[in-house]
């Protein structure tokens, strides 16, 4: 597609729950990256894919984070039970490649409230 | 772990003037790159300097690279409302395999104020 899509834009779960958090990412590009953004903050790593290499995943905070991705296509992040502290705004991005020489490309993000 | 760090966190001017914002990190770069971020949903990516650049420019935005400081800056030249967001800069870390992430920093909040 022309552009990086997220969804859910919002989801609003109750604490306890499980959520899956979707990302498609702009066709041709190797790369995609998930990031947490809690309020006012800056942007945390939490899970790096590139190509068929075994994923990243150092900056997932805890093992209730979990991710797969199909290919170079859709990429799912999936939290389980999930926590009050888990309330961000989750960004997915993709770049050409993974080696450093080109931007990256932001969806919009998923914006999750655990209540 | 945080690489870059900016500063102010947040500059608000007058419309017309130009707003200054620095990063500095601490660890070797490839390159550095700024992205703009409005009303906290998506990053777009404005500008990408590498480690060998001293000095880019793009339209109204000019960034400069300093690797023997470890510092980086983003100058905005008339600044125009619509530049109000939060600014990023990122550096590449090396993850595992050799592959590469961005690491931002927290981030600076400008206001245009008209």
């Known amino acids: 597609g022309a552009g990086v899509s997220q969804s859910p834009s919002n989801k609003v779960t109750e604490k306890g729950k499980d959520v899956e958090l979707r990302c498609d990412p702009i066709?041709?590009?190797?790369?995609l990256y998930w990031y947490r953004q809690r309020l006012g903050q800056g942007l945390e790593f939490l899970i790096y894919f590139q190509g068929n290499s075994a994923p990243d995943k150092s900056g997932l905070p805890s093992d209730r984070f979990s991710a797969e991705r199909t290919g170079e296509s859709v990429s799912t992040l999936t939290i389980q039970r999930t926590q009050q502290e888990d309330s961000a705004v989750y960004l997915c991005?993709?770049?050409?490649?993974?080696?450093?020489?080109?931007?990256?490309?932001f969806g919009s993000g998923t914006r999750l409230t655990v209540v | 772990s945080q690489q870059g760090e900016e500063d102010p966190q947040a500059l608000s001017i007058q419309e017309g003037e130009n707003a200054t914002m620095n990063c500095s990190y601490k660890?070797?770069?490839?390159?550095l790159q700024w992205y703009r971020q409005n009303s906290g949903r998506g990053l777009v990516h404005l500008i990408l300097i590498r480690s060998n650049e001293r000095e880019k420019h793009s339209g109204r935005l000019r960034v400069t690279l300093d690797t023997s400081k470890k510092s980086s800056s983003l100058l905005i030249t008339a600044s125009r409302a619509a530049d109000t967001a939060s600014y990023f800069c990122?550096?590449?870390?090396?993850?595992?395999?050799?592959?590469?992430?961005?690491?931002f920093g927290q981030g600076t909040r400008l206001t245009i104020n008209p």
């Open positions: 066709s041709g590009h190797t790369a």
């Open positions: 991005a993709s770049s050409l490649t993974g080696r450093g020489v080109y931007g990256y490309t």
């Open positions: 660890t070797s770069i490839n390159n």
């Open positions: 990122a550096t590449d870390a090396y993850g595992i395999q050799g592959a590469q992430k961005l690491v």
